[in-house]
Every structure is written in C-alpha cells, then in structure tokens.
C-alpha cells in the first residue's frame, strides 16, 4: 500500500509563510527521495536517448509540481502555469518570496 495517500501538507503558502512553507516542502520532497528535480542534480533524459527514462522523469517531475501546487493557495497556481518544471517553479517562487520574508524577519 502506497503512503501517498496519506500525504499531507500542514503549512499551505500563503504568499507571507514562504520561509516556513518552503522548509516544509523541501523536507517533503527529500522524504520522497526526489530532490534532485528541484536543485538540478537529477536532470531530464534527453528524450532521443532515453525515451522511457525520459518518461519516467517527467512523472516524477509533474508529481513533484501537483505537491507544490497541493500545498499552495489557490490564487497562486495559476501564475505557476509557464512553468514546465518542478525546479523552474521552485526557482520563481524562491526568487519571489525569499527575499520579503528575509525583510520581514527583521
């Protein structure tokens, strides 16, 4: 039996709750050994190569992007939809929301 269904994401982001809510999802994601989409380690099989590793990529990739958008208020998943990848969505909301909490700390 899978555990997946039992995930749950008790801090939702808020657009203020970024430090919390981000230390929350990172924790998540290693949980599930797939950090390596967000910071870049494990990379997308060139398709032309690796047809089925590619495949398999891009499903952990998009399961990695509905948690993000799982644990997220509503009013911000559609600003997320340019983004093709999990990595490409953590780097804009880092970008974004990193910084005003830093200041907000203070």
């Not at 047809?51 to 559609?78: P, R, T």
Request: include cysteine.
């Amino acid at each position: 039996m899978s555990s997946d269904k039992y995930d749950a994401f008790l801090i939702h982001f808020n657009g203020t709750n970024y430090s919390a809510w981000a230390f929350h999802f990172e924790i998540f994601v290693k949980g599930k050994d797939l950090w390596g989409h967000i910071d870049s380690r494990k990379l997308a099989l060139d398709k032309d190569i690796d047809q089925d590793g590619h495949a398999k990529w891009e499903v952990k990739d998009a399961q990695i992007m509905a948690w993000n958008i799982g644990s997220m208020e509503s009013n911000f998943i559609l600003n997320l939809r340019p983004f093709k990848t999990a990595a490409e969505m953590w780097n804009h909301l880092k970008k974004l929301y990193s910084h005003h909490n830093t200041a907000c700390r203070f």
